[in-house]
């Protein structure tokens, strides 16, 4: 259910004050190119596509990579300055590594880890039992019940580098999430979330994301908040964020307790935020700042 932008406003106008958001960019010439080409390594991007019909707030869906500077964005275009390839490497040897009292590796039930193309671009999707399972949980799922390993967490390094290494297969190709069926309750609930506010901010994604995207926050570039670039690879913390630590971060700091990732309600959040960038190239992984 959406709020109506009209009472949110003059809420939301208040904390986004507080956190120096300034003018449109328009307003003072655009600064960022919503018609610029992604190519990676010889690879074209769908950057920019019409918004899904079950998202009314949006016309245009645009990737995070548009409102990224100059440096940023060319050291995505190329694996060998892309920071985050150097996980992807650690992922490809993971997988190859046997662990667990079974003795096996990934590859000695899924074969090369070519085989998980396609995987990242349904992902998060509702699982045999029903369950909506992000890529973490099938991971999680074949160590524990196939393998006799133990579970990674959700923020461990060879978790994140392992995600990083299956979206890596399936890059280029259309995100492209189930949201009817049995997804619908689970996207549903995302969407709600979406349009939360929360904290003493009193802000919801939506606010900054779908309101603001293209003007500066504290000196920050505002994006949609798409997620088809994920995991990333973030340069001030100098490692791979996944998709619900960026999330648990943006609620963080509306400065309300966040929802813990791997927690129902990310993962609700993660397929409608998905769904968002239904169109958009999986770009995995992508380079932030
Ligand atoms: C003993 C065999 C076996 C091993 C070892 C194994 N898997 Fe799996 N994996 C499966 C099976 C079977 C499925 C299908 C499960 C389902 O659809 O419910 C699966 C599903 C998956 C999926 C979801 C794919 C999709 O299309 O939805 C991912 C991701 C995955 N495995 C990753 C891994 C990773 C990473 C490892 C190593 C850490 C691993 N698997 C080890 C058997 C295995
Ligand atoms: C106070 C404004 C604000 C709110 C509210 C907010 N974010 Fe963000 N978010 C940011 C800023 C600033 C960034 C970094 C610049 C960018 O990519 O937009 C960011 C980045 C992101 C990114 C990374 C995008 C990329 O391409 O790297 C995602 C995903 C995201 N936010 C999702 C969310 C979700 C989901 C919510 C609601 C739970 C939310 N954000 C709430 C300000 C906000």
Redesign the pocket.
Known sequence: MKLRKTTVAALALA??AG?GLAGPASAAGQDWNPDAKLVIDGMAMTTKAPAPANIPGLKTIY???L?RDPTTQTMEEDDFSNPGMTAVDEGDKLWNTVDGTAGKSCASCHNGIESMKGVRATMPKVNKAGQLWSMEDYINDCRTNRMGAKAWGWKDNKMVVMTAAISVQSRGMPVNVKTDGAAKPFWEEGEK??YTR?GS?Q???A???EDH?GDH??G????????N??P?YRLSAARLVS?QE??YG??R??RAESFQPGSPELHA?ELY?ASRGNGLSVEGV?V?P
């Open positions: 904390g986004l956190l990737s995070g990579w409102f979330l979406y929360f901010l802000l919801s994604c606010n900054c994301h995207f926050i504290r920050d570039h505002l994006s949609q908040g798409q997620i670039g994920f990333t998709t960026r999330f943006c609620i700091d509306t959040l935020v992508a932030r």
